[in-house]
């Protein structure tokens, strides 16, 4: 097959969303398919380009995106939905292309519609909440464990304080705006030929809250991890001499890290934590490190390769994030290199880890610290978990696995086509 994959984040500079196009392109590649990857770069604009990586082919479509908060919406949005449309257009019929998978929320709207008009399947990739909740997280606030009620997808806007980013507009334009973005997106996503969401939890809200998906073919089908390929990159020794606890991913609320020093404090937790990662409340984070008099080391961002080398030795993985989780690759990486885990228990995590059996679930804060402290002082519990977390790992998320169910998926619509 001539597989498209329109994307908004591909490798060498992105997050987990753009490591899982990337393990599905180079899987589909190794089934003997040949793939062609579409990155979205919204900003300053300019020419497109072309570029090759680890042996994907690679087009760069540039889209002009102004700083300005809530005009910047639009142009990524609105205007950069017809031409980047018409750019796939161009490209399956100079390329013969099969099928078309989107990847993400802006490029899954132009995929669909460029596949329908050039009379080919078109397969989306449904990552986190993005059709049913205009900011992707279902978060009605940052203090609350629950999803949004409803209001999202009610109204098209949220409720509390605002968090959306528009400035200089009355509130009456800005939920007529989001309520025609809104409709645009699920009623082109309801078109596609197949949806895929990444974990049940995902596909039970489309399911629940998007009524336009009803007749929509819909799969669960979890991210691709090349297992056998992060293993490798996890062959370095220890960074660390010493046992540690480890915390990878962003520092904001949602995540939950202005709860980590709290939870190692009251876990009485004598081994370093390392942080891993960045973001907006990495000060406050850092203060309450202090506070704590626990050794904490923040190690700012690290690439991929250094990632995989922490997460291989670290004597467990905190992961105190408030949710509500799409499907975390930390987790699911973790998992593979058979770390004990201690995580809450929001969205799609308990797709990846089963309570006392791969990890340690909880819900609330004292239940984390309590989970905390078993891991620390349960050397026989340590090995349990990582053990049968990694095997588990293997059978569900494994790339051979995964591709393969997307493959299927891909032969499946195609014969649906044929007369």
């Not at 500079?13 to 062609?36: I, P, Q």
């Not at 705006?177 to 809200?205: P, Q």
């Not at 809450?344 to 880890?353: F, R, S, Y």
Request: proline share 6%.
């Amino acid at each position: 097959m001539n597989i498209l994959l329109p994307t908004d984040s591909f490798p060498p500079n992105c997050g987990g969303s753009g490591w899982s196009t990337y393990e599905l392109a180079r899987g589909l590649m190794d089934r003997g398919h040949t793939v062609l990857v579409v990155k979205v770069v919204t900003g300053a604009g300019g020419p497109q380009r072309q570029s090759e990586y680890e042996g994907v082919r690679v087009i760069e479509h540039h889209a002009y995106a102004p700083k300005i908060p809530g005009l910047r919406n639009y142009f990524k949005n609105e205007r950069l939905y017809p031409k980047l449309t018409h750019r796939l257009e161009a490209l399956i019929s100079a390329n013969q292309i099969d099928i078309v998978h989107g990847q993400h929320v802006l490029s899954a709207p132009p995929s669909v519609i460029a596949a329908r008009r050039r009379g080919i399947p078109s397969v989306v990739t449904v990552r986190d909440y993005w059709p049913v909740c205009y900011r992707g997280d279902l978060l009605h606030t940052p203090a609350t464990l629950a999803m949004c009620p409803g209001c999202a997808r009610a109204e098209k806007v949220q409720h509390g304080r605002p968090r959306i980013g528009f400035v200089g507009l009355g509130q009456t334009v800005a939920r007529m705006y989001l309520r025609g973005n809104m409709a645009r997106k699920i009623e082109t996503l309801a078109g596609a030929s197949a949806v895929i969401a990444v974990s049940s939890v995902i596909g039970r809200d489309l399911v629940a809250r998007a009524p336009e998906l009803a007749r929509t073919r819909l799969e669960i089908i979890p991210n691709p991890v090349n297992i056998a390929a992060l293993r490798r990159r996890a062959a370095a020794s220890s960074p660390l001499a010493e046992p540690y606890a480890l915390y990878v991913g962003k520092l904001a609320v949602n995540k939950g890290t202005d709860h980590l020093a709290d939870v190692i404090q009251q876990a009485d937790l004598d081994w370093p934590l390392v942080v891993a990662g960045d973001g907006p409340d990495r000060a406050a984070v850092e203060a309450a490190a202090r506070r704590s008099g626990r050794d904490v080391r923040f190690l700012g961002w690290i690439d991929q390769q250094q990632t995989a080398t922490w997460l291989a030795h670290a004597a467990m993985l905190i992961f105190p994030s408030r949710g509500p989780e799409s499907l975390s690759r930390v987790l699911i990486e973790a998992s593979a290199l058979g770390v004990p885990i201690a995580a809450m228990n929001t969205g799609g995590t308990a797709d990846i880890v089963e309570d006392e059996v791969t990890g340690l679930l909880s819900d609330s804060e004292f239940e984390l610290v309590d989970d905390v402290r078993r891991i620390r002082h349960g050397e026989v519990l340590r090995h349990r978990l990582g053990a049968a977390a990694a095997n588990r790992a293997v059978e569900r998320f494994d790339s051979v696995a995964v591709v393969a169910r997307i493959e299927a998926l891909y032969l499946d619509l195609l014969k649906e086509r044929r007369p």
